[in-house]
């Protein structure tokens, strides 16, 4: 007699490694990526306009993305926390109030602080966004090899606001920069809408780690106020004491970790050689992305004299490349594993910004333009095998954390980089020297994080579609 069981339809196989409403939760979760990505390089293209509105000089354009990527790196840990305390979907509903709260708060701001404190909460809200994402999609997707997938969908939303801000942020500009704000407020609704469709989160009540979150967030100010107070004004004894208490706020965290019973950051995710190296990979795919973005904005608009619209355009050529780079990652890591996609993508990045480098001099922004578009098809290959190590690496109970952990470190190598890049550009040697300094340091981290790329072990996964 025929076992009944040992045939199934392709399509109830496939539903079996699927949540119900799965992929209304992915499509809400790549939404939420989208707007967190897409405010940070949106604005870019901005900050000579606010500069000339608010004043500030470069500095004030520093805490402008640096209040959002600050508040976002420091409450990271805090939010993966929070997301398995109340669940992942109360958490991602949370961060979607805050966050176009604080959407309304920049569109409408009289003065630059009101500005910068708008955008701190506009990092919060994206904080508590992320870890719930990334948390809802692994609800979602139980089979490893559709959360793979999954996830370089979900990649494709940060893709697309990486490619299509700064040509999006120019074209809002040149009408008024406040709309680089009021545009999150009709995609903030769509989110509230789609989410009321997805089911219920668990909980993991977990006790919060309140000392070391206070030792994290002073660390990370004191390390952004001392890299941009000592860039514009020299490394005097207000900045040299900031980064002291940065290091010794720093020492404190580690201390705490190590010691309490329910750590925001348990030392123990470290033990993997994935997590480690996706670490790396993270904090330098963001030292190359945000720090290339902020300083090519700059160079085009107060360097060269272009106007917003034109320097948003300088960008476009690296859009369809880098929506290309995260749908062919999961293809080369089916196939090679994620070993290749990540280190060809990283040194891609940097062959990019070595380019940029060496052309710099001549000025040209069709020359930058086609140059983008190593750094924009490199990053999104590297980053969505990345993200799957990092989900790999840990247990499904720690995959709040584990992203949280992560993305803190992506997010502390954008911040790090905007204060050093922009300090450098600043200095008495001149703009282009700075350019060319800044784009330096990015190859040379992105490299030393490709050399690491090679020692990762992970087995191939299958990835359909």
């Not at 809002?172 to 997805?198: D, K």
């Not at 309490?260 to 994935?274: E, K, N, V, W």
Request: proline share 6%.
């Amino acid at each position: 007699m025929p076992d009944r069981h040992a045939e199934t339809a392709p399509g109830t196989r496939a539903a079996a490694t699927e949540a119900p409403g799965a992929r209304t939760t992915l499509l809400l979760c790549s939404l939420g990526f989208f707007l967190i990505t897409l405010d940070i390089l949106i604005v870019n293209v901005s900050l000579t306009r606010i500069r000339n509105e608010l004043g500030g000089g470069t500095s004030g354009q520093q805490w402008v993305i640096d209040g959002y990527t600050l508040a976002f790196a420091s409450l990271l840990l805090f939010a993966g926390n929070l997301s398995d305390r109340i669940g992942a979907k109360r958490a991602f509903a949370a961060g979607i109030a805050l966050f176009l709260l604080a959407s309304l708060g920049c569109a409408a701001a009289p003065t630059l602080g009101v500005l910068i404190a708008s955008r701190v909460l506009q990092g919060s809200g994206a904080a508590i966004m992320l870890p719930a994402s990334m948390a809802l999609i692994r609800e979602a997707f139980p089979d490893a090899r559709r959360r793979t997938h999954a996830l370089g969908i979900w990649a494709v939303g940060g893709a697309v606001a990486g490619a299509v801000g700064p040509l999006l942020g120019g074209l809002l500009t040149t009408w008024n920069w406040r709309l680089v704000f009021g545009i999150n407020l009709p995609v903030c609704i769509a989110m509230l809408v789609l989410l009321a469709q997805v089911a219920r989160s668990p909980r993991r009540p977990t006790p919060f780690d309140w000392a070391g979150q206070a030792a994290a967030v002073t660390a990370l100010t004191a390390l952004m106020y001392g890299l941009i107070a000592g860039g514009a004004h020299g490394f005097g004894p207000g900045p040299v004491a900031a980064l002291a208490l940065a290091a010794a706020s720093l020492a404190v965290f580690l201390l705490v970790q190590s010691r309490t019973r329910h750590p925001m950051m348990p030392l123990g995710l470290f033990s993997s050689t994935g997590m480690r190296i996706s670490l790396a990979a993270g904090f330098a795919f963001m030292v190359g992305n945000f720090g290339s973005v902020f300083t090519v904005s700059l160079f085009l608009q107060q360097h060269l004299g272009l106007s917003p619209l034109l320097a948003g355009l300088v960008f476009l050529p690296s859009a369809a490349f880098s929506i290309t780079g995260n749908i062919v990652s999961g293809r080369l890591a089916n196939r090679y594993g994620a070993r290749v996609p990540i280190v060809l993508g990283l040194t891609t990045m940097a062959a990019g910004l070595g380019a940029m480098l060496l052309t710099a001099p001549l000025g040209s922004p069709l020359l930058v333009g086609a140059f983008l578009v190593l750094t924009g098809l490199g990053g999104s290959t590297a980053m969505p095998p990345v993200t799957s190590v990092v989900l790999a690496s840990v247990p499904s109970e720690r995959a709040g954390t584990a992203s949280a952990v992560f993305n803190t470190f992506r997010q502390v190598g954008g911040a790090v980089a905007i204060a050093v890049f922009g300090s450098l550009l600043a200095s008495p040697a001149g703009f282009v020297h700075g350019l060319q300094a800044s784009f330096a340091i990015a190859a040379s981290v992105l490299l030393l994080a490709a050399l690491a790329g090679l020692f990762i072990r992970t087995p191939q996964t299958p990835i359909h579609g």
